[in-house]
């Protein structure tokens, strides 16, 4: 038995390797690589944007002096007034196609001002005739060669209802 040599079986199957399974880190590489080859191009078209400067000044700007708000009131015994004129409602879309007009390109406001008593079909037929007047005033200021077919814009409408004071 001296003689015999001791051999040691080795069980290939119970083993454990010690080299690092690289496929996985392959697959994570390769979809990074394509994620970024697809958005590299995109990352060149951003928009330049300019930066306003800070002007500091030591008085400040003098009031506007020129209100150019547009206000309709809608009294509580229903008669509608533009500004301070009392208006037949059929003739209020031609009145304020022209008053809009004067206001800036895509800055033309209109503010309706209800009396809380006032029927709601009224306040109704009154931005109706904003609308007509909105789309006769952006027709006729797209016709001006001036603006070069620009139509100025909608007609935005800020209401508000004036509540019985009591």
Do not use: C
Request: hydrophobic share 40%; glycine share 4%; charged share 30%.
């Amino acid at each position: 038995m001296a003689g015999h040599g001791h051999k040691k079986k080795v069980l290939h199957g119970n083993t454990a390797r010690s080299d690092i399974n690289v496929t996985p880190l392959i697959d994570i590489v390769l979809v990074l690589l394509i994620i970024f080859i697809v958005m590299v191009p995109g990352l060149s078209k951003a928009a330049k944007i300019v930066v306003p400067q800070i002007v500091k000044t030591d008085t400040p700007p003098p009031p506007n002096q020129k209100d150019d708000r547009i206000v309709i009131s809608i009294l509580e015994n229903n008669d509608v007034m533009l500004q301070s004129d009392k208006m037949d409602l059929k003739d209020l879309a031609p009145a304020l196609t022209k008053v809009v007009q004067l206001q800036p390109m895509n800055m033309r406001k209109v503010f309706i001002k209800v009396d809380e008593e006032v029927k709601y079909q009224r306040a109704v037929d009154v931005l109706d005739q904003v609308r007509r007047a909105s789309d006769q005033a952006k027709r006729e200021t797209a016709a001006k060669p001036e603006w070069l077919g620009q139509d100025g814009g909608d007609v935005k409408v800020v209401a508000s209802v004036n509540k019985k004071k009591t």
